[in-house]
């Protein structure tokens, strides 16, 4: 099957919003509200600062997505990307979606502005993602991530 590979459009939004919230379901069965996911894609696409998305399109669908946002390193002089967002729908799974969309990213990196890095976080008990990053090259950082909801 055709794998295509493109910079999201405004006009995939709700493709994307729902992605996101099958994902957040999925992984961690959190229940998202529809309009504010929705508001959140939107939002990005209004402020190109914030980042842009991926999709990955199969049979004319939205096969699978990724945003990337952007964190400004002092010590490099340059952004790290941060993969975010990372879903495949299920009937898409095991085709090399992921890795075509990894593909894109780290083709557009050196074109797209100064980047030192591409960095991303995973749920630790998500292992089948633990496991595909591992084979694409990833590695885990001596890093621990911190949150506080506000």
Request: aromatic share 14%; hydrophobic share 40%.
């Amino acid at each position: 099957m055709n794998i295509t590979v493109r910079k999201a459009k405004p006009e995939d939004a709700a493709d994307i919003s729902g992605n996101n919230i099958r994902m957040a379901y999925e992984t961690e069965r959190l229940v998202l509200d529809p309009d504010t996911v929705l508001k959140g894609v939107v939002g990005l696409f209004e402020d190109k600062n914030r980042g842009f998305y991926i999709v990955a399109g199969c049979g004319g669908e939205i096969a699978g997505q990724c945003m990337i946002t952007y964190e400004w390193s002092d010590w490099r002089s340059a952004d790290f990307w941060w993969i975010q967002s990372v879903y495949v729908r299920e009937e898409f799974r095991k085709m090399g979606i992921f890795k075509k969309i990894y593909e894109f990213i780290a083709g557009i990196s050196g074109s797209e502005g100064k980047v030192c890095g591409i960095r991303l976080y995973v749920d630790d008990g998500n292992k089948d993602a633990i496991e595909v990053y591992g084979r694409m090259g990833f590695s885990r950082s001596h890093y621990l991530m911190f949150e506080k909801d506000l």
